[in-house]
């Protein structure tokens, strides 16, 4: 995985993006697409002119993680070979030189709380990847987990829920202060 860090290099140096199109006479809209998606694709001279700028090498300009981490939402998905039971779920398809992992997170509301959406891996292998990871690529994670969960709200409807419904996401395992559960809000 590799990203950009413009967004992170301007709160740094507390400049906002109308003074680095005043500065460096690259357009708004391609200043505001490289802050707002770090995976923007960038040509090499508008990153020559954003280093130069910046006082920086490329190497400070991006952050990289060996791996390739692919997302795909399953409406439903036979959980094991032993079960019949189908589960709405999130595929992680991880490649890191040529080895191959498959985690799935699986989606289910809360018995006790219906507002609570659960996202479990049972297996617990993606805990091991998501702590090597950048903060920029952990927020890119969980912000796909949770691309899952209103996916999987809108087709499982079953409790009339409708846009700007308040949920609370539950996700086992990806913890980052040593505890179980990471839990996060989200708007439909």
């Given at each position: 995985?590799?990203?950009?860090?413009?967004?992170?290099?301007?709160?740094?140096?507390?400049?906002?993006?109308?003074?680095?199109?005043?500065?460096?006479?690259?357009?708004?809209?391609?200043?505001?697409?490289?802050?707002?998606?770090?995976?923007?694709?960038?040509?090499?001279?508008?990153?020559?002119?954003?280093?130069?700028?910046?006082?920086?090498?490329?190497?400070?300009?991006?952050?990289?993680?060996?791996?390739?981490?692919?997302?795909?939402?399953?409406?439903?998905?036979?959980?094991?070979?032993?079960?019949?039971?189908?589960?709405?779920?999130?595929?992680?398809?991880?490649?890191?030189?040529?080895?191959?992992?498959?985690?799935?997170?699986?989606?289910?509301?809360?018995?006790?709380?219906?507002?609570?959406?659960?996202?479990?891996e049972g297996d617990g292998y993606f805990k091991k990847i998501y702590d090597?990871?950048?903060?920029?690529?952990?927020?890119?994670?969980?912000?796909?987990?949770?691309?899952?969960?209103?996916?999987?709200?809108?087709?499982?409807?079953?409790?009339?829920?409708?846009?700007?419904?308040?949920?609370?996401?539950?996700?086992?395992?990806?913890?980052?202060?040593?505890?179980?559960?990471?839990?996060?809000?989200?708007?439909?």
């Amino acid at each position: 995985m590799l990203a950009n860090r413009l967004n992170i290099l301007l709160a740094e140096r507390q400049l906002t993006n109308k003074q680095v199109v005043n500065d460096t006479g690259i357009s708004r809209n391609t200043i505001s697409n490289i802050v707002n998606n770090p995976n923007a694709n960038i040509s090499n001279e508008t990153i020559d002119v954003l280093c130069n700028y910046l006082e920086i090498s490329p190497s400070d300009f991006f952050e990289y993680a060996p791996f390739l981490i692919d997302f795909e939402y399953k409406v439903t998905v036979p959980i094991s070979s032993y079960s019949n039971n189908s589960y709405p779920l999130i595929r992680l398809n991880i490649t890191s030189g040529a080895s191959e992992l498959t985690c799935d997170f699986i989606y289910e509301f809360d018995p006790s709380d219906d507002s609570n959406i659960l996202a479990t891996e049972g297996d617990g292998y993606f805990k091991k990847i998501y702590d090597t990871l950048p903060l920029s690529f952990k927020t890119h994670v969980i912000n796909q987990i949770i691309d899952g969960a209103k996916k999987f709200i809108t087709t499982k409807n079953v409790h009339g829920f409708k846009k700007g419904d308040t949920f609370k996401i539950s996700i086992d395992g990806l913890d980052s202060n040593g505890y179980d559960v990471m839990h996060k809000r989200f708007i439909l």
